[in-house]
Structure formats: C-alpha cells, structure tokens
Antibody, heavy 123, light 107 residues
Framework: EVQLVQSGAEVKKPGESLKISCKSSGYTFTHYWIGWVRQLPGKGLESMGIIYPHDSETRYSPSFQGQVTISADKSINTAYLQWSRLKASDTAMYYC????????????????WGQGTLVTVSS | EIVLTQSPATLSLSPGERATLSCRASQSVSSYLAWYQQRPGQAPRLLIYDASNRATGIPARFSGSRSGTDFTLTISSLEPEDFAVYYCQQRSNWLYTFGQGTKLEIK
C-alpha cells in the first residue's frame, strides 16, 4: 500500500524556523515527484511546489518561491518542507502528495495525500 | 496562468438526488484535469483523473466529463458520505492550480 506519513502538528513563534517531513512507503520513492499543498484555515488548496527525489530537481509555484524550501532525502524516502523565518500568515494545514505526471502526454494528478501537518504560528 | 472557476460555490441537495458540479478553465486546456473530494477534517482524496477516469476504489456513482473548457463532476445518487468539498485541479507549465472548491451540503 502506498502511504505518505507526515510529521506531527507544530506550534511556533513568528521568526522561528521549522522543517516538516513526509515519509513515503509502498513504492519506489525516486520514481515520482512529491509535492506540497497548503490549505489556509477555512480556505482552498494551493500547490506550493514539487521535488523529484531522484535528482532533487525542484519547481516552486511563484507565490512560494523564496518563502519555503522543499528538499528530499532519498536514503530514507522522506521529503521536507522548510521555513527559515515563520510568519503568522504561515498558519495552515500542509499536505504532501505524490504526483503522477506523464511527460509524453501531460497527464497529471495527485495521489495519495498525506494526512496533513497543522502548523500554527503565534506569539 | 490558467484559472479554474468552480460553480456553484455551494450546492444544497438531499440524499438520493443527482449532483452536478462545474469547473471552467480560463483558456484552452487538455483533458488532464482531476477532481478531489475533501470531507470535513480529512485530507483530500483523488476521485477522477484525466477528466473522466475514476480513481481506484471510487464508486461508480461518480463520473467526470469534458466539453471544451468546461468540466463536470456528476454524482448520480448522493449518499450521506458524499457531502463534502470538491476541488478540480490542472497543470500548466509546471504550475499546478486548484479551483476554489464547491461545497456540497445536505438540504
């Protein structure tokens, strides 16, 4: 069974750093892109960026470029989302997702989804 | 950037009724659009990919279709567990975007 298991909820203060994780199992980690999706409280879904663990090629959505860092450690099948200086506006649920993308056709979808990591930033 | 506009924002129906949810793309897109369901307090899950293909384990009452830049998710006969928020999603030049969601609520 393919699973993405995320690290637990975090409560941080503005200005602090944070790294959350997403551990994959049940498939070859280096064969699929992994993405991160943000959901602000009571709002919709926003794609933040994706990483290809095979070579760590990373693509960020423009809104998130420079705001976060996405990385992966293929030795332990784990992807990460990192902030150097958190803001209150980073308070949200964050999901990791496995991206199915077929370059020859452009077909793409996210499946499965991790259970989510709630990040709360408050002074 | 392609914008996906979902309508209606909220749909109020009763169990057993038919639900029709719409997702319109701002410009011509391929058929590579996906639909997701998010129940309260849960992570989203994939329902439909490539506009009309049901994901593994998704009941046959869910179906998807495309007409030009208009995509439709249809639930033929609503079950209590279908009341949730639904999102469409597509890709353009490495940018993955979601519609704003349609909330399907019990009437």
């Amino acid at each position: 069974e393919v699973q993405l298991v995320q690290s637990g909820a975090e409560v941080k203060k503005p200005g602090e750093s944070l790294k959350i994780s997403c551990k994959s199992s049940g498939y070859t980690f280096t064969h699929y892109w992994i993405g991160w999706v943000r959901q602000l409280p009571g709002k919709g879904l926003e794609s933040m960026g994706i990483i290809y663990p095979h070579d760590s090629e990373t693509r960020y959505s423009p809104s998130f470029q420079g705001q976060v860092t996405i990385s992966a450690d293929k030795s332990i099948n784990t992807a990460y989302l990192q902030w150097s200086r958190l803001k209150a506006s980073d308070t949200a649920m964050y999901y990791c997702v496995r991206l199915h993308y077929f370059e020859t056709s452009g077909s793409n979808w996210f499946d499965p989804w991790g259970q989510g990591t709630l990040v709360t930033v408050s002074s | 950037e392609i914008v996906l506009t979902q309508s209606p924002a909220t749909l109020s129906l009763s169990p057993g009724e038919r639900a029709t949810l719409s997702c319109r793309a701002s410009q011509s897109v391929s058929s590579y659009l996906a639909w997701y369901q998010q129940r309260p307090g849960q992570a989203p899950r994939l329902l439909i990919y490539d506009a009309s293909n049901r994901a593994t384990g998704i009941p046959a009452r869910f179906s998807g279709s495309r007409s030009g830049t208009d995509f439709t998710l249809t639930i033929s006969s609503l079950e209590p567990e279908d009341f949730a928020v639904y999102y469409c999603q597509q890709r353009s030049n490495w940018l993955y975007t979601f519609g704003q969601g349609t909330k399907l609520e019990i009437k």
